[in-house]
């Protein structure tokens, strides 16, 4: 999916507020199956008007299907510790978010990782500035400290995978549900905005007109997307 498109599909999700599957993104060939996705969505979180509910209900199913667990496992109340162990957790996390298709909470690193990688970043950056400004070291010096930066980058991922915790004040089912819908839905308590299909297609004619640089009538519903230079 080129970079465009994705710059779409995030525009229509703020839009709409929605997550639009990404199991079905690469099938989308155009704009008719970009919007009759839209409409399913639309459908479907207007079928349940609590969030929650809806959100708990994608989540049970995404973690049976991902981590091979019994549907009776996951309750409100269960722990999430249970399900996402720390050696396998930043693995099963991504599992969980692409079948389900939500946004899930992110998870946290400790604070020694990220200073680790960026204390890495800063002196292959010195280095570079030094030797770019200030003629103090050879050019080899910034070749030779590359694939040890690399090496470096790769080790701090790994172990911040490794020592990934679960989002702060998210440690049960229905805590990661609270999160999770709020996240994708925005306040619960707030309105949402009822779309007639007209109403769907003139908004995404007009975010893809934007995006492409065309005028909203060069924009059809039978277009493909290599049709409109994406």
Same mark, same amino acid.
């Given at each position: 999916m080129g970079l465009d498109i994705v710059e779409i599909v995030l525009e229509v999700e703020d839009a709409f507020g929605i997550k639009l599957p990404e199991t079905a993104l690469p099938a989308m060939e155009g704009p008719r199956a970009m919007k009759a996705?839209?409409? /399913? &969505?639309?459908?479907? $979180?207007?079928?349940? *008007?609590?969030?929650?509910?809806? %959100?708990?209900? $994608?989540? @049970?199913?995404?973690?049976?299907? /991902?981590?091979?667990?019994?549907?009776?496992?996951?309750? *409100?109340?269960a722990e999430l510790a249970g399900f996402f162990p720390p050696r396998y957790r930043w693995r099963r996390w991504q599992k969980v978010a692409r079948q389900s298709g939500l946004w899930l909470p992110r998870l946290t690193f400790p604070a020694v990782i990220k200073r680790a990688f960026f204390a890495g970043l800063l002196v292959l950056g010195l280095g570079c500035l030094l030797d770019v400004c200030l003629g103090?070291? +050879?050019?080899?010096? %910034?070749?030779?400290?590359? *694939?040890?930066? %690399?090496?470096? +980058?790769?080790? +701090?991922?790994?172990?911040?995978?490794?020592? /990934?915790?679960?989002? @702060?004040?998210?440690?049960?089912?229905? &805590?990661? %549900?609270?999160?999770?819908?709020?996240?994708?839905?925005?306040?619960? &308590?707030?309105? $949402? $905005? +009822?779309?007639t299909e007209q109403e769907v297609w003139q908004k995404l004619e007009t975010i893809i007109a934007e995006i492409t640089g065309l005028k909203p009538d060069e924009v059809t519903e039978v277009s493909r997307w290599k049709d409109l230079g994406l």
């Amino acid at each position: 999916m080129g970079l465009d498109i994705v710059e779409i599909v995030l525009e229509v999700e703020d839009a709409f507020g929605i997550k639009l599957p990404e199991t079905a993104l690469p099938a989308m060939e155009g704009p008719r199956a970009m919007k009759a996705l839209i409409l /399913a &969505e639309l459908r479907q $979180r207007d079928a349940h *008007p609590c969030p929650n509910a809806w %959100v708990f209900y $994608r989540l @049970r199913r995404a973690m049976m299907d /991902a981590l091979g667990i019994d549907r009776k496992q996951v309750r *409100p109340d269960a722990e999430l510790a249970g399900f996402f162990p720390p050696r396998y957790r930043w693995r099963r996390w991504q599992k969980v978010a692409r079948q389900s298709g939500l946004w899930l909470p992110r998870l946290t690193f400790p604070a020694v990782i990220k200073r680790a990688f960026f204390a890495g970043l800063l002196v292959l950056g010195l280095g570079c500035l030094l030797d770019v400004c200030l003629g103090w070291f +050879s050019g080899g010096w %910034v070749l030779g400290m590359l *694939p040890g930066f %690399v090496l470096w +980058s790769f080790v +701090s991922l790994k172990a911040g995978r490794l020592t /990934a915790r679960l989002p @702060r004040d998210c440690t049960t089912v229905r &805590e990661l %549900v609270c999160q999770t819908a709020r996240r994708n839905y925005g306040d619960p &308590e707030a309105p $949402r $905005r +009822s779309w007639t299909e007209q109403e769907v297609w003139q908004k995404l004619e007009t975010i893809i007109a934007e995006i492409t640089g065309l005028k909203p009538d060069e924009v059809t519903e039978v277009s493909r997307w290599k049709d409109l230079g994406l």
